[in-house]
């Protein structure tokens, strides 16, 4: 196991590709909202990360508000408590994309409202801002553990 192969690294790796996989749904629903018949598509994938997380015994407290410390992870199959390659699965998690056809659709059957996907897609931007920062953060404390001050 690697000094980054962690729950939270793992977790994190997985969330920025989801915001990366969202931006180009938005974009890509922008650019379609005048074509007849186009249904918007929407990526899903905290809900995801949650339940994975809640099958290996983890919680972030993502939808309850409550935050749970995640537990320790094992590097070795001789550690007390803790269950080795957890972290690992949580790499696996993947976006999933669907198509929503339960909105209103409009004269010509296309059913992209801009406003709310430029909305989505501005808070898409601040998400990934926020999980890039973070793991910039994540990183600057290993290089400080492993440098000195």
């Given amino acids: 196991m690697s000094l980054l192969d962690t729950t939270y690294m793992n977790s994190m790796q997985s969330a920025l590709n989801a915001s990366l996989l969202r931006q180009q749904v938005y974009a890509n629903n922008i650019a379609n909202v005048n074509t007849p018949g186009y249904k918007r598509e929407q990526v899903h994938f905290d809900s995801i990360l949650q339940s994975q997380l809640a099958a290996s015994g983890q919680s972030m407290g993502i939808s309850t508000g409550v935050v749970q410390p995640l537990s ?39 059913n992209v409202n801009v406003d709310a996907e430029m909305s989505a897609l501005a808070e898409n931007q601040v998400g990934y801002g926020a999980l890039v920062q973070d793991m910039n953060d994540q990183f600057s404390m290993l290089r400080t553990a492993i440098l000195g001050s």
């Fill in 72 to 110: 320790l992870e094992a590097n070795n199959t001789r550690d007390i408590g803790t269950n080795v390659g957890s972290a690992t699965a949580l790499g696996t998690v993947s976006p999933v994309v669907t198509t929503d056809s339960s909105t209103a659709i409009g004269g010509n059957g296309n």
